[in-house]
């Protein structure tokens, strides 16, 4: 990338997805695309591009525009886990594993990556793996709320649930301002699972 604020727009707009805050994404990408344009920067005008066809849900059309800023920037960890989560939205499994780690190679520490394994390994049912992912997630950012989250699920799947108690506080101690409701579910979640610790040791 060849301008340091793209790369804040791109964590700009990974967050408002997560949190389905979908006219604060269509903003930043306007604005990526605006300086992309100005910078001449045709990877990242293509990478902005791809955004707006996932926010529109037009996701084939943003698959085959990664694809292209992947020509650009081979190290790209960002359009491949774009790449990826696009596929596994159209329904396509096979090789995404192998897709985000390509991008893990090329990127290692790009923290969103290893949460989107982890997430995706965690649906697959993987969760000991999960968990790892999760872990290298939160090694690059400690404050990341919703691999808290995440890593609280793999820990209840396992039937840990002291530890998957904490990963929701840690989850809502962190969880921005701008949440998309999210609070109010993860203070259901801290509630059920206090409410389950406390008849276990009523047991």
């Given at each position: 990338?060849?301008?340091?604020?793209?790369?804040?727009?791109?964590?700009?707009?990974?967050?408002?997805?997560?949190?389905?805050?979908?006219?604060?994404?269509?903003h930043?990408?306007?604005?990526?695309?605006?300086?992309?344009g100005?910078e001449?920067?045709?990877g990242?005008?293509?990478?902005?591009?791809?955004?707006?066809?996932?926010?529109?849900?037009r996701?084939?059309?943003?698959?085959?525009?990664?694809?292209r800023?992947?020509?650009?920037n081979?190290?790209?960890?960002?359009?491949?886990?774009?790449?990826?989560l696009?596929?596994?939205e159209?329904?396509?499994?096979e090789?995404?594993?192998?897709?985000?780690?390509?991008?893990?190679?090329?990127?290692?520490?790009y923290?969103?990556?290893?949460?989107?394994?982890?997430?995706?390994?965690?649906?697959?049912?993987?969760?000991?793996?999960a968990?790892?992912?999760?872990?290298?997630?939160?090694?690059?950012?400690?404050?990341?709320?919703?691999?808290?989250?995440?890593?609280?699920?793999a820990?209840?799947?396992?039937?840990r649930?002291?530890?998957a108690?904490?990963?929701?506080?840690?989850?809502?101690?962190?969880?921005?301002?701008?949440?998309?409701?999210?609070r109010?579910?993860?203070?259901?979640?801290?509630e059920?699972?206090?409410?389950?610790?406390?008849?276990?040791g009523?047991?």
């Amino acid at each position: 990338m060849n301008h340091p604020y793209f790369t804040k727009l791109r964590r700009l707009i990974d967050g408002a997805i997560t949190f389905h805050d979908l006219d604060r994404a269509s903003h930043y990408i306007s604005e990526g695309l605006r300086l992309a344009g100005e910078e001449e920067c045709p990877g990242e005008v293509l990478y902005f591009r791809a955004q707006a066809a996932i926010v529109e849900g037009r996701l084939p059309e943003a698959v085959a525009l990664l694809q292209r800023a992947l020509a650009f920037n081979a190290h790209d960890g960002a359009a491949y886990n774009d790449m990826a989560l696009c596929l596994v939205e159209m329904g396509r499994l096979e090789g995404i594993l192998e897709i985000f780690d390509q991008g893990i190679a090329v990127e290692a520490d790009y923290a969103t990556i290893h949460h989107n394994k982890g997430w995706l390994l965690n649906k697959l049912g993987r969760t000991t793996e999960a968990i790892l992912c999760f872990e290298k997630a939160l090694a690059l950012e400690p404050e990341r709320a919703v691999t808290w989250e995440n890593m609280a699920d793999a820990y209840e799947a396992q039937g840990r649930f002291p530890e998957a108690l904490e990963a929701y506080r840690k989850a809502l101690q962190f969880l921005p301002e701008i949440d998309g409701g999210i609070r109010e579910q993860l203070e259901s979640e801290i509630e059920r699972l206090r409410s389950h610790e406390k008849t276990k040791g009523q047991a």
